[in-house]
């Protein structure tokens, strides 16, 4: 069983809208589409990294919107900063793959290290941060965060913000603007047919 099935299982195990149960869901997609971008070629390649970009802005957004607060509580204040400066640190280089041409091949050695980064991330988190979270708040609470961590992502950008990134005050400051520009250059990108 590869880690994102692993994930997966772990999630079902967990109530509807468990907030650590959307997240796991997530860790396993975001690790699918790192697969999934490895392997495509062209227009599809191009695709998949659009998909895997914005899901990685909207989660990593919501995290620090939603969940880091709580883990500051739980699971401590130097835990909840390692975790946001990864963060920050991982958005700068997802600004960076998403500048740069797709067959450039400094594109795949730089998302190889950065998938490394990212699953380094996701494990950290797993390991250390979600426990806490699951044992400093009841069920009910973690449905709460659940239903607002969704909440949240559909107010997140779709694109890294490298300034914002890493801050969950700046999230909610700035966020749901940079959603609105984000959201709007991708509808006009699509409609134009350019992903």
């Known amino acids: 069983m590869n880690k994102a099935e692993q994930e997966r299982a772990q999630a079902a195990k967990l109530p509807a809208d468990d907030v650590v149960g959307i997240l796991l869901q997530q ?19 191009q695709q998949t990294f659009e998909e895997l970009r914005a899901v990685l802005a909207v989660h990593e957004t919501a995290e620090e919107m939603i969940v880091r607060p709580v883990a500051s509580e739980t699971a401590g204040r130097e835990e909840a900063e390692a975790r946001n400066r990864e963060e920050a640190e991982a958005n700068k280089v997802l600004a960076k793959l998403e500048s740069m041409d797709i067959s450039n091949p400094e594109f795949d050695a730089i998302l190889a290290e950065f998938e490394k980064a990212v699953s380094d991330h996701a494990d950290k988190e797993e ?4 426990p806490a979270v699951h044992q400093g708040r009841t069920e009910e609470q973690l449905i709460r965060m659940g239903k607002q961590l969704r909440a949240a992502e559909k107010i997140a950008p779709t694109h890294p913000h490298p300034a914002t990134a890493g801050s969950p005050a700046a999230q909610w400051a700035t966020g749901p603007l940079a959603s609105l520009v984000d959201r709007t250059k991708d509808a006009i990108r699509s409609a134009a047919g350019r992903g």
């Open 127 to 130: 390991r250390e941060e979600f």
């Open 27 to 45: 860790h396993a997609r975001i690790r699918d589409l790192f697969d999934e971008v490895k392997s495509a070629e062209g227009e599809r390649k």
